[in-house]
C-alpha cells in the first residue's frame, strides 16, 4: 500500500486556523473509521493528537480537531500557537495487507 | 503510567538480524483491549508500520507487506514485552525504530533506537 498523501508544508501566523489534508484510497481513508494524528518535534517520538477520525486524547488541547469526507481525512489547527510547529503524519487502518498506512508528512511553520 | 522501554543495539551488519525488546510496564503484553505494535522511520521511507501482537483469546499477529518475508515478532508474557526480529537487512533498514501501543490511536511509544545497517 502506497502512503496517504498530505501537503509537504503547510504555514500561517499565530492565531490563524490551518488545514491540513491527508488523502488516501477507498481501501484505507474513506472505508474505516480509524484515521489518526501524531505531531512529531524533531528527535521525539510521534504523539497522538487524534485518534478515530475526530476523538482528542485527555489532555491534547481542543484547538486540534479531526474530520473525514470520502477518501480525505483533515486535521484543523486553530489558533495556532509557537509550540505547534512541528511535523503531523496522518494513519489510516485498513482490513487486509499492511493494516497500518502512515500519510507522507507536513512540516508546519508558525510564520 | 505506561511506559516503553526499548533495548538492542544500535549498530548491525549488513546480512545479520536486528533484534530489539520492548518491555512494557503499566499495562500488559496481554491485554485484551491493546495491540503491541513496532514502527520504524527513516527519511526516504517516512513512518512504516511492521507489525504487531494482540491477545483476544489467542494470539494474533500481522506484518506489514515491505517486510513480511523477513520479520518476527513475538510476545513474551513471563517479561511483558514484545520483540522484533529482522532477518537479512540491508543498508535500507536503517532507521529509527519504534514500538507502540495502540488502543486510542497509537497512544504510547518508546523511546526510539536508531539502527543503523553497516559493516
Known amino acids: 500500500q502506497s502512503a496517504l498523501t498530505q501537503p509537504a508544508s503547510v504555514s500561517g501566523s499565530p492565531g490563524q486556523s490551518i488545514t491540513i489534508s491527508c488523502t488516501g484510497t477507498s481501501s484505507d481513508v474513506a472505508g474505516y473509521s480509524y484515521v489518526s494524528w501524531y505531531q512529531q518535534h524533531p528527535g521525539k517520538a510521534p504523539k497522538v493528537i487524534i485518534y478515530d477520525v475526530s476523538n482528542r486524547p485527555s489532555g491534547v488541547s481542543d484547538r486540534f480537531s479531526g474530520s473525514k469526507s470520502g477518501n480525505t481525512a483533515s486535521l484543523t489547527i486553530s489558533g495556532l500557537q509557537a509550540e505547534d510547529e512541528a511535523e503531523y503524519f496522518c494513519?489510516?487502518?485498513?482490513?487486509?495487507?499492511?493494516?497500518?498506512?502512515f500519510g507522507t508528512g507536513t512540516k508546519v511553520t508558525v510564520l | 503510567q505506561i511506559q516503553l522501554q526499548q533495548s538492542g543495539p544500535g549498530l548491525v551488519k549488513p546480512s545479520q538480524t536486528l533484534s530489539l525488546t520492548c518491555a512494557i510496564s503499566g499495562d500488559s503484553v496481554s491485554s485484551n483491549s491493546a495491540a503491541w505494535n513496532w514502527i520504524r522511520q527513516s527519511p526516504s521511507r517516512g513512518l512504516e508500520w511492521l507489525g504487531r501482537a494482540y491477545y483476544r483469546s489467542k494470539w494474533y499477529i500481522d506484518y506489514g507487506l515491505s517486510v513480511r518475508s523477513r520479520v518476527v515478532i513475538n510476545p513474551d508474557t513471563s517479561k511483558n514485552q514484545v520483540s522484533l526480529l529482522l532477518n537479512s537487512v540491508t543498508p535500507e533498514d536503517t532507521a529509527v525504530y519504534y514500538c507502540?501501543?495502540?488502543?486510542?490511536?497509537?497512544?504510547?511509544w518508546g523511546q526510539g533506537t536508531l539502527v543503523t545497517v553497516s559493516s
Open positions: 507502540a501501543r495502540v488502543r486510542f490511536g497509537f497512544d504510547y
Open positions: 494513519c489510516g487502518y485498513i482490513i487486509s495487507g499492511t493494516r497500518y498506512v
